[in-house]
């Protein structure tokens, strides 16, 4: 980090912390730095996790390609703690925005769109972070909103009341999912875990840990007995949702898996990815 001079901090989490930072050596230019610290021992684990960083941190230049996500200047691990090192976008947060837009706080609406016909505004979006999915019930009572404050939100849908928050994850939710029979809801995270709550009382039932990057997808079969995973780390999984047992893995994609969804019947999966192309499975 000689190059780079902390400013202050813009925030923290289990993992690490974030900071505003100048680079001296290009006209104290603006970026932003990602700190993290592994809670882990030994030297065999550091290598590994190194090495896992390192293979993320390559995603994120191809991502950074993308307009709207930010460039990856540098990487590297110093005095055991890895570092991200990003373009920084001066940019106001969603609230200041919508304070800016609006005439009060309490006009600040979330609104979701149905085909000729829209719901009533959700009260608390006071939020900076965005969200990044979400997903209705079947019998279309309730909506879970999963956001990048790593938080998942459960709402009311006929009138716009929030029911639950629910933490636990530790980084940006990518994907949610309800089962048919809205008692179970699934969460998916940058933080590579599954998490299946109690949608009823947001109980947290199960974490599924075996995905090695991001899980970015999410979908149950109709009958609620099978959870399908799409991960970064290219691979499909399939589990039970009842008691969280990885059934198989899929492999066959060679870069990031995007989506995946299921067919009516429950037997055809279909999984989109990076690598451009969709690929049709039989569910086992």
């Known amino acids: 980090m000689r ?24 006209f104290n230019e603006l970026c932003v ?8 021992q030994g030297t065999g684990a550091l290598q590994k996790a190194t090495e896992l960083f390192e293979q993320e941190a390559r995603r994120l230049q191809h991502l950074g390609e993308h307009p709207q996500i930010p460039t990856l200047f540098a990487y590297f691990e110093q005095d055991h703690r890895l570092y991200l090192v990003q373009q ?41 972070k965005s969200v990044m999915t979400v997903a209705i ?15 998942i939100k ?34 998916g995270s940058y933080d590579r875990t599954i998490k299946i709550w ?22 149950i079969s109709p009958d609620g007995q099978t959870l399908v995973s799409g991960s970064w780390d290219n691979t499909i999984k399939i589990w039970n949702l009842q008691t969280g047992a990885l059934k198989t893995t899929l492999t066959g994609h ?16 279909v999984s989109g990815t990076k690598d451009k192309t969709i690929k049709i499975w039989r569910v086992p």
């Open 3 to 26: 190059h780079y001079r902390p400013i202050r901090v813009l925030g923290s989490g289990g993992f690490g912390k974030t900071y505003l930072a100048e680079d001296v050596e290009k």
């Open 33 to 40: 730095i990602k700190q993290f610290a592994p809670q882990i």
């Open 88 to 128: 920084f976008i001066d940019r106001e947060n969603l609230l200041d925005e919508l304070q800016h837009q609006l005439r009060s706080p309490s006009e600040m609406p979330a609104t979701v769109a149905y085909p000729q016909q829209t719901s009533p505004s959700l009260p608390d979006v006071r939020h900076s």
């Open 137 to 151: 019930s079947s019998d279309g009572q309730t909506l879970a909103s999963g956001r990048a404050d790593s938080t």
């Open 154 to 187: 459960i709402w009311n849908l006929q009138t716009g009341e929030l029911k639950n928050t629910l933490t636990g994850h530790q980084d940006v939710i990518f994907a949610v999912a309800i089962s048919p029979d809205g008692k179970a809801l699934a969460s």
């Open 198 to 219: 109690d949608l009823q009382t947001g109980a947290l039932k199960n974490t599924l840990t075996e995905h090695r990057y991001a899980v970015s997808s999410l979908a």
């Open 254 to 269: 060679s870069d990031l898996v995007y989506t995946v969804a299921i067919s009516p019947d429950g037997q055809t999966l």
